[in-house]
Each structure stands twice: as C-alpha cells, then as structure tokens.
C-alpha cells in the first residue's frame, strides 16, 4: 500500500513542479517583455561544487532554479531566526524604557 502511495505522490508533485520548474529567466523574458536581473557568482570548492552538479544532475533540474530556490528558503530561514530574537530584544529595549522614565 506504501508503494501506491509513494508512486501517486511522485506523480502529484511531478505535474505540480514541472509547470513551475519549466519556467526560467528566458521565459519570464518572453511573457513580460523585460525584468530586472542580477548575476549571484561565488566561488567554492571543488567537493561542494560537484556535490551541487551531482544533485542537480540526479533530480534533472536547472544549477540556477536548484540555487535560487536554496538561497530563497535560506533567506525565509535568516528571516524567522532574525526576526524572532529581534523581536525578544525590542521587548527588553520597551521594559528597559519603560523602567527608566519611573
């Protein structure tokens, strides 16, 4: 019964990212006649780089969508972990006011 699952899964998300996964940069190019773009290079080391080829290779997708979709869920990641301990500091920041104009 797990193989029937796993097997309709694999089907369900492979219809649903190769609409998406299809689209890249020369298509957005097409349909909104122009947008902007900014080159991200980085230098790395061998290991990591044929580590990244060999994934990308693996699950047959574009360097540039595995790469732009690492470093979005990384900057959401940066974004919760940020927040949440600035959060903590306004609030010492607000209690420490507060105590001061007593």
């Known amino acids: 019964m797990r193989d029937f699952e796993e097997y309709i899964t694999y089907k369900a998300l492979g219809l649903k990212h190769g609409f998406t996964s299809a689209m890249d940069l020369e298509e957005m190019l097409k349909e909104n006649g122009s947008i902007e773009i900014r080159n991200v290079c980085t230098k790395m080391s061998k290991e990591l780089s044929d580590r990244l080829n060999n994934t990308v ?8 969508k595995f790469v732009e979709m690492a470093i979005i869920r990384a900057l959401d990641d940066a974004d ?5 301990n600035l959060e903590d500091e306004f609030e010492r920041l607000a209690e420490e006011q507060k105590q001061a104009k007593k």
């Open 57 to 64: 290779n693996f699950l047959d997708m574009r360097k540039r």
């Open 80 to 84: 919760v972990v940020i927040q949440d």
